[in-house]
């Protein structure tokens, strides 16, 4: 029961995530006046195929790793368009809606996770109270004095203190540990030093601070909040309270969120070149599997804030500057904006296949740590 619960979250969430991708290609495409000749979800032999009025065939197919839209595109030399339809050439668009109509499919996955962490705060979510047990002796958290049931009430960045008008900058209101430590990660992954600011057991409020070259350095092998020493107070039973927003409080909330995920997930990713980050945390098919399923078994909230994170990491990947990801293509636009022409065909032809085989290694790469992490013994 637990494979198959498994193996249905990890469809659905596949399927989710690439058909709001692939949408938000064919939404701006039709936006530009762009005919759509292929909606595919899938790959492999077609299970399911449909026809609109447009003439945009609609089709789901047997592997559901993935998605594409195809347009009438005059480059294409499979395609023959002919005087009458060039109206709708993606070739023949302006540039800014060629590059509109490229950005849409990442911008799309921000968007569905804004809307899932929205639908999240909304109805209400359990969240641990951002108290904190007791840090060990050797951490910076022991060194600045703090201690088992202080509470973290709020946080800033202290780069904001020079930047602010009178040198006082207002501390952001934090509301449970998992806020908490995604400013932790904000702050730690950029660098740059932060203040907490503490209500003891008996309501007294003190201010701490982390200076930037106090904070561990992102390393592989360095559990950087064990280094902090800042780790929440877990009761038995553990003490949730539910985290119910408003309406609107809940969309600036959730965009907030997003926001700071998108900035650690892109240094983390940076870090891969930097070696700051392990090549061995790629995940692939399985792990991402594996999360789905424990994520649907423990509630439908979860499993949403699960989809929010890899909706926001896959339009990060297709950011990418490879020739085979949008953000190659973005990469291309630039060129042409800056040069005034395109890359010519061959060089593109030659960055495909360097692309391909990048590609390729990474996800080789991230097939051999699911085995090592699952089957290895």
Known sequence: MQALTTLLAFILALGILVSFHEFGHYFAARCCGVKVLRFAIGFGRPLFTFRDR????????????????????????????????????????????RSLIVAAGPLANFLLAWLLLTLIYFTGVAQLPAQLQAPPASSLAAKVGLSAGDRVIGWKNIASEENSKDGISVFTAVVSWNALRWYLLDSITAHEGFALEIENLRGSKSVVRFLSNQLPEVHPKVDVFRELGLFPLVGNPPKWFELQLPPFQALFYAAERVWLIT???????????????????IGGPLSIADMAGKSAQVGWQPYLAFLALLSISIG?????????????????DAWEMVSGRRLPEALQAVLQKSSFIVLTFLMLLALFNDFQRYFSP
């Open 54 to 97: 447009q003439q945009t065939e609609w089709v789901i197919a047997m592997l559901p790793l993935g998605g594409y839209v195809k347009l009438m595109n005059g480059r294409d030399a499979e395609q023959n368009i002919s005087t009458a339809e060039q109206a709708g050439d993606f070739d023949r668009k302006p540039l800014w809606q």
């Open 263 to 281: 900035k650690v997930s892109t240094r983390m990713m940076l870090g891969l070149v930097t070696g700051s980050t392990s090549l061995a945390q």
């Open 316 to 332: 990060l990947l297709n950011l990418i500057p490879l020739p085979m990801l949008d953000g190659g293509q973005l990469l291309y």
